[in-house]
């Protein structure tokens, strides 16, 4: 938040953030982004560019679908936290130099941002997306839909918002057998048409909880459509 007036603003608290960048966009002169931290946060952040070239050296380290760690100053009344430092120490290079791997840890980034608010915590986030991010970053790894779909089941209990998996909508029993399987530990792939099925249901309780649909689904859509 920018503040007006001649008064100096007061001193901020100081803090290093290890996490892992969900997003980032360029406004005006200065990239803001969220970063889900160890802690289960999601802390947003303003690295402001200026003219030193330092400055823009720093706010350039902050990429998304990385992890990064970060020093931050945040003082009373600021939505965005300061960026002063950041230093990545994983970039997880496979994920994003394949199409599929990039669009399902897209997708996986958007919905903590869709059902997380800015400062609000969720026990067990860090890790789930971290595990989910190494799977997707490991070359033996087939990037199939139903990552997302494990990834989106796991997220909503972890939110409070998954209903029994008898109450989904539009499922049919095998569907329902698979996930009931799923929520045990034991992973198999879907069939089709229950995998869409599932899709459906599982977005449209992260709609319900946001009002809004998912802007990375269409192009994950249509990547895991093209042909391998």
């Not at 990385?66 to 009373?76: H, Y």
Request: glycine fraction near 8%; charge should be neutral; aromatic fraction near 4%.
């Amino acid at each position: 938040m920018t503040r007006r007036g001649g008064a100096p603003p007061p001193p901020g608290e100081r803090r290093e953030v290890d996490g892992l960048v969900l997003s980032c966009v360029d406004v005006d002169n200065a990239r803001i982004a969220r970063i889900l931290s160890r802690e289960d946060e999601v802390v947003p952040v303003i690295a402001r560019h200026g003219r030193r070239p330092s400055a823009r050296k720093t706010g350039t380290r902050l990429q998304p679908l990385t992890a990064v760690t970060a020093q931050l100053t945040l003082r009373p009344g600021d939505d965005l936290a300061g960026l002063t430092g950041a230093a990545t120490y994983a970039d997880f290079a496979v994920l994003k130099g394949d199409l599929r791997r990039f669009g399902l840890a897209s997708t996986m980034a958007e919905v903590v941002l869709a059902t997380v608010p800015d400062f609000a915590a969720e026990a067990g986030l860090h890790d789930l997306v971290l595990r989910a991010w190494r799977w997707l970053d490991s070359p033996a790894n087939v990037p199939v839909e139903e990552v997302l779909l494990l990834f989106e089941l796991r997220a909503l209990g972890l939110a409070g918002a998954l209903p029994p998996i008898d109450e989904l909508p539009g499922l049919e029993d095998s569907a329902r057998r698979s996930l009931t399987a799923w929520a045990g530990g034991q992973w198999s792939l879907l069939a089709p048409r229950d995998a869409r099925a599932v899709a459906t249901a599982l977005e449209g309780l992260v709609f319900a909880s946001t009002g809004r649909r998912l802007k990375s689904r269409p192009f994950l859509d249509e990547v895991l459509a093209a042909p391998t």
